[in-house]
């Protein structure tokens, strides 16, 4: 079982402002994910990346972007927030099968 | 290209009553990996159950058990005497044997009423 943090767990801030989420992982994982997900609806993969320094586009477009220095650590930011922004924010992580998911980050943009 | 189909988008049951959640896949692939995962109200996915394409066996866990049936492509997953904790929205997901991101469908809300 992975153990995969995110944080903050909830985030109420206004339209324009930076914003990072955070996301790390103890497993020592090669590979890990954002997701963007509407509460209960599906799944959107917005970030991936495969190790150090390597990141990709998901197969939603998104105005995010990451970074991957660590291997443990995968943020995510959005250089200025807008209300479409509002969601939840899903990290994971995965060796060679099943991905393990963080708790979340339900993101708010009045 | 992948698909994963989950019809049911909810459904509602009494608990004690059993219920099957379907799901149906496509791929070209000859090796890939099916998966179920839960997310309760709390909004975390849980990992469930991985099958892959070679091993076409039932699995059993508790009150939980998967039918993966290759001639179908479908691989469904029946909760016994459901309780009000199993409410949850319930994915499918697979892999491609070369790939590691999963495609997902669309989920389906269960809600186990007392």
């Known amino acids: 079982e992975a153990d995969i943090y995110q944080t903050p767990r909830y985030l109420v801030i206004g339209t324009g402002k930076k914003i990072t989420l955070e996301c790390s992982q103890t497993?020592?994982?090669?590979?890990m994910y954002w997701y963007q997900q509407d509460p209960g609806m599906e799944l959107h993969l917005i970030h991936y990346s495969y190790g150090v320094n390597s990141t990709e586009k998901g197969d939603l477009s998104s105005e995010s972007t990451v970074s991957r220095i660590r291997t443990e650590h995968f943020p995510l930011t959005l250089e200025s927030a807008r209300p479409s922004h509002t969601s939840q924010y899903l990290c994971?992580?995965?060796?060679?099968?099943?991905?393990?998911f963080g708790p979340g980050t339900r993101l708010t943009v009045t | 290209a992948q698909k994963v189909t989950q019809a049911q988008t909810e459904i509602s049951v009494v608990e004690k009553e059993d219920v099957t959640l379907d799901c149906v896949y496509e791929t070209r692939d000859t090796t890939y990996y099916l998966f179920w995962y839960k997310q309760p109200p709390s909004g975390e996915l849980v990992f469930l159950i991985r099958r892959n394409s070679f091993d076409e066996q039932n699995e059993i866990s508790g009150r939980y058990s998967w039918n993966f049936q290759k001639s179908t492509s479908s691989f469904n997953f029946t909760i016994t005497a459901s309780q009000v904790v199993d409410s949850a929205v319930y994915f499918c997901a697979l892999k491609r044997g070369s790939n590691y991101k999963l495609t997902f469908g669309k989920g389906t809300l269960l809600t186990v009423n007392p």
């Open positions: 497993m020592g994982h090669d590979k």
């Open positions: 994971a992580s995965s060796g060679s099968y099943e991905q393990y």
